[in-house]
């Protein structure tokens, strides 16, 4: 809202004004990486284990053993 309210969408190097969505994005990705790093609970998963979980439900799908709950 600063940006566009305040500031006006100003420009940059003379190229015409910046979107505010371009400084909304960076706060957004900047304010994720911060409250990731803070509520880190440090629970972190291999490639390994992604891969046999993934393998894993692959095959519980073709071999028929859904039920509702699934």
């Known amino acids: ?39 880190d609970d440090s629970e972190t998963f291999t490639v390994e284990e992604v891969q046999r979980e993934a393998t894993r439900n692959m095959n519980r799908f073709t071999r028929d053993e859904l039920t509702r709950d699934d």
């Open 1 to 39: 809202m600063v940006w566009h309210f305040i500031l006006g969408e100003p420009e940059f190097f003379g190229e015409g004004a910046v979107e505010a969505a371009v400084p909304a994005t960076l706060a957004a990705l900047a304010t994720i990486a911060i409250v990731s790093h803070v509520l």
